[in-house]
């Protein structure tokens, strides 16, 4: 969470996403206790944090905000899906693929060019976005319907019809590897 907290809301807007798919996620599975509980109240937290850290933004969650959040989406997880492998593993991935394939970009870009991994740039997904003229509301924006796109198939495979999930997954994978090739975000 902490690379992809480049722009005002973004980081917070994404773990919203998240901990309202979780929630729904859990509450149609009939679970209880403390993972859906922790889930709703990290949405109200979150929520209302965005409320005044969306653009443009009157409070940052630097570092110590970002990493907290990608504790807790972990700790959620771990605790939410522990008996449920495959849900476990693909469930959250998909949800988090702008921060995780923009991590893992990140550090591939860095390597190809014999940096240090901590090195910061400016070639990071939203930067992406933010050169092809979206600005910064479009930018974010851009990337909680992506978010949410992934989000809603995870809903579909896991509630609905698991050949429906994998069918959207497929097509918005495909289409998020486009959007790859297409910039420079590894090279």
């Known amino acids: 969470m902490n690379l992809i907290d480049g722009l005002d809301g973004l980081a917070g807007g994404i773990s919203s996403i998240f901990f309202l798919t979780i929630g729904i996620i859990a509450y149609f599975q009939g679970r209880t206790g403390l993972t859906i509980t922790l889930t709703f109240i990290m949405l109200g937290s979150t929520l209302g944090f965005l409320l005044h850290n969306f653009n443009p933004a009157k409070i940052f969650m630097g570092d110590t905000g970002s990493m907290f959040l990608g504790f807790i989406i972990s700790i959620i997880t771990i605790l939410g899906f522990k008996s449920i492998i495959t849900s476990s593993i693909i469930v959250p991935l998909c949800i988090l ?27 990071h997904f939203h930067h992406q976005l933010l050169r092809r003229n979206f600005g910064v509301k479009g930018t974010v924006l851009f990337i909680y319907l992506i978010t949410f796109l992934f989000s809603a198939a995870s809903i579909i495979w896991l509630l609905v019809d698991i050949k429906i999930g994998y069918i959207f997954y497929g097509i918005l994978m495909f289409l998020l590897i486009i959007f790859v090739l297409k910039t420079d975000i590894v090279f």
């Open 97 to 123: 693929i702008v921060p995780i394939l923009d991590t893992l970009c990140a550090i591939l870009r860095r390597k190809l060019k014999g940096e240090s991994i901590s090195v910061p740039d400016k070639s």
